[in-house]
């Protein structure tokens, strides 16, 4: 079973899936390019599932990151959570502060992973919200201008349509 899983999620993760369609008899393949993303869309999906934005605008290796970054970081939280729980139930049965001293370590502990969680999905989706804007920029349609005064500088970046 871990087996089957362990391939399903490599297949799923790792694969480049691209939209193809065969024209005439020709046999030809063509890629179907999307000319824009929509940012909401990249920001409700960053916002249930940290990296689900980079996957979206097919950056790949990014959404893995931030994917695993809070998988691990949600796993650690609820471990914390589930071990101070516990510490807290037996520190109101026995009332001995070394029991208390665990409950509170174990607390502080996931609320650290807590908010790094937080942080890590803020990131990712604010990420895929500007990929999404930035989806249909290329490096070669861009110029960047500097006009140089006595007094200043002025730098101009433009894109050509």
């Known amino acids: 079973m871990k087996k089957n899983f362990s391939i399903f999620i ?10 193809i369609s065969a024209e005439g ?6 890629k179907i390019k999307f000319k824009k993303k929509s940012p909401t869309k990249a920001l ?13 605008n ?7 990151i931030f994917l695993t970054a809070g998988l691990y970081l949600g796993y650690k939280s609820y471990y914390y959570y589930d071990r101070q729980k516990n510490y807290y139930d037996k520190y109101l049965i026995d009332q001995n502060q070394k029991t208390y001293d665990k409950y509170k370590e174990n607390y502080d502990k996931m609320q ?3 908010y790094f969680y937080i942080i890590n999905l803020a990131i990712s989706t604010l990420d895929g919200v500007v990929e999404s804007y930035l989806y249909n920029w290329h490096v070669e349609d861009i110029e ?5 005064n006595k007094d200043n500088v002025t ?3 433009s894109k050509k349509i």
Do not use: Q, R
Request: hydrophobic fraction near 50%; proline fraction near 2%.
């Open 10 to 19: 490599a297949a799923v993760l790792f694969l480049n899936i691209t939209l």
């Open 58 to 64: 097919k950056k790949y290796l990014k959404g893995v």
């Open 112 to 114: 650290n992973y807590i």
């Open 44 to 56: 409700f999906m960053g916002m249930v599932l940290p990296g689900s934005g980079e996957f979206y």
């Open 155 to 157: 730098f101009v970046i």
């Open 25 to 30: 008899n020709d046999n030809k393949i063509k």
């Open 144 to 148: 960047l201008k500097s006009e140089i």
